[in-house]
């Protein structure tokens, strides 16, 4: 089983600062099949991006993803007030598939 | 408008059994692996079960023997039936579409969640 390692537990920044979110994954994710997904408080969690770099439908283009083989980040580039909630990383190459623990962005 | 609807949450003791059912609408059903998620309270997500197009199903460990996902396209439903059901399986289990058509992008729709509470 992959185990996902998301850094750090909690991001403590300002509408308007940059967040850099980190997974990483205990063995090479097969194919880079690492999703991001985004969850705030009662709601589904949303997919962010796929494919480790690819964006899904109708996310802005201040959410990146990037990496390969067993380190992934995702980063934001400047945070508007609906982006603070939870973001979990999620590998789909290998089954059984697994997702990381989870980092809050939180309001400073 | 792609959507998926949970239902089948309930309180139930130990031991027992549920069954999830989860209703697709605006896309091509028969052509996606779905999967269900599970989420405890306050906690992070956890995958529970996957069936692909074809029908074959994928289990973690935590669920093999216990939980049997289902499909059945003419209905555009899918179903999870839970067996022995223990306080650990407590969670807002969503159900989700995951590949289709060959090709994988994550899970890209999500179910609103059905509550599952085991009690002892």
């Known amino acids: 089983e992959i185990v996902l390692t998301q850094t750090p537990g909690t991001l403590s920044l300002s509408p308007g600062e940059r967040a850099t979110l980190s997974c990483r994954a205990s063995?090479?994710?097969?194919?880079?099949?690492l999703a991001w997904y985004q969850q705030k408080g009662g709601q589904a969690p949303r997919l962010l991006i796929y494919?480790?770099?690819n964006r899904a439908t109708g996310i802005p283009d201040r959410f990146t993803g990037r990496g390969s083989g067993t380190d992934f980040t995702l980063t934001i580039s400047r945070l508007e007030p609906e982006d603070f909630a939870v973001y979990y990383c999620?590998?789909?190459?290998?089954?059984?598939?697994?997702f990381g623990q989870g980092t809050k962005v939180e309001m400073k | 408008e792609v959507q998926l609807v949970e239902s089948g949450g309930a309180l139930v003791q130990t031991g027992g059994s549920l069954r999830l059912s989860c209703a697709a609408s605006?896309?091509?059903?028969?052509?996606?692996?779905m999967h269900w998620v599970r989420q405890a309270t306050g906690k992070g997500l956890e995958w529970v079960s996957a069936?692909?197009?074809?029908?074959?199903?994928h289990y973690p460990g935590s669920v093999k023997g216990r939980f049997t996902v289902s499909r059945e396209d003419a209905k555009n439903s899918f179903y999870l039936q839970m067996t022995g059901l223990r306080v650990g399986d407590t969670a807002v289990y969503y159900c989700?579409?995951?590949?289709?058509?060959?090709?994988?992008?994550?899970?890209?729709?999500w179910g609103q969640g059905t509550a599952v509470t085991v009690s002892s």
């Open positions: 999620h590998q789909y190459g290998n089954s059984p598939w697994t």
């Open positions: 989700a579409r995951g590949a289709g058509y060959g090709v994988s992008r994550g899970l890209d729709v």
């Open positions: 069936i692909s197009a074809a029908g074959e199903p």
């Open positions: 494919t480790a770099s």
């Open positions: 605006g896309f091509t059903f028969s052509s996606y692996d």
């Open positions: 063995q090479s994710v097969s194919s880079n099949y």
